[in-house]
């Protein structure tokens, strides 16, 4: 086991050149939204660009797209037919990762039974790195063959239970077994998430310090999401991207809550990430 150190920052910040071109730095495709559930996505959008995307595109339903769009003018939102994902809009989906170097899926989708089905087929097509967060991960429960090596998976101690029937107790040394198991049934990098956050792929463990209590905040977890999809899309591997996210986001909590405390928002974590950058 290796503690994530701030030594991982320079590993993600990508060299750019004087000629790259728009989209060198990483495209991301965010799959997320709902009619009830308008914001999540947004915010793991708005995470991925701090953290040095070039482009990121949300692929949302009608309903939640444009209030998603409405956040940045810097987001691309893709508006997909329905008031929530369904299995009509797998193939609009497929034509849009093909010209993603990474995916998010998960953020705000909701729970529809017509939901699951389309992130089981959409996932059983993918073959593109891929971070599995939130409502997504909600839906793979029973589908966990869908996932491959080289993804993400950021559950937090439910969505843990969810996926492997273990309830984990606040002992590190539990989590960390646990999470290194779950790594080596799935072949995917788990970033397992909580006071001390632990990065296992089945063969290595990192654990991770950065982070307070008041980023239990809502949106949180998709800016974790975001910044992950952002290091996959540039090229890090699962691993590493893993690792990289959890420091970056929890150093960019900690730089917030100095300033906020408990009025600390998602989206004050989300600023902080350019100052925690320039560190590296």
């Not at 970056?248 to 100052?275: F, H, N, W």
Request: glycine share 10%.
């Amino acid at each position: 086991m290796k503690a994530v150190t701030s030594d991982i920052l320079a590993a993600a910040c990508r060299k750019r050149h004087q000629w790259d071109r728009k989209g060198d730095s990483g495209r991301v495709l965010i799959i997320g939204g709902s009619r009830r559930y308008k914001g999540a996505p947004a915010l793991a959008a708005l995470a991925a660009l701090r953290s040095g995307a070039d482009l990121v595109t949300v692929a949302a339903p009608e309903s939640a797209s444009d209030v998603i769009a409405s956040f940045s003018p810097n987001i691309i939102a893709e508006p997909l037919e329905g008031d929530f994902l369904n299995t009509g809009n797998t193939a609009a989906l497929e034509k849009l990762a093909e010209r993603a170097d990474a995916v998010l899926i998960g953020n705000g989708l909701g729970r529809m039974s017509e939901t699951a089905d389309a992130v089981h087929e959409f996932l059983a097509y993918l073959k593109k790195p891929c971070v599995v967060d939130a409502d997504a991960l909600h839906h793979i429960s029973d589908a966990k063959h869908l996932l491959r090596k080289g993804w993400i998976v950021t559950p937090h101690a439910g969505e843990f239970y969810n996926l492997s029937g273990v309830k984990l107790q606040k002992r590190l040394e539990q989590r960390i077994k646990e999470a290194s198991r779950l790594s080596r049934e799935f072949g995917a990098t788990v970033l397992l998430k909580g006071y001390k956050d632990v990065i296992a792929d089945g063969l290595r463990v990192r654990v991770n310090s950065t982070g307070n209590p008041f980023m239990t905040v809502g949106g949180t977890g998709d800016v974790l999401s975001g910044i992950a999809s952002a290091f996959l899309a540039m090229g890090m591997n699962s691993f590493d991207a893993a690792s990289a996210a959890a420091y970056l986001c929890g150093r960019a909590g900690d730089m917030a809550s100095e300033k906020y405390g408990q009025g600390l928002m998602a989206t004050d974590v989300i600023e902080a990430i350019p100052p925690v950058l320039s560190e590296a």
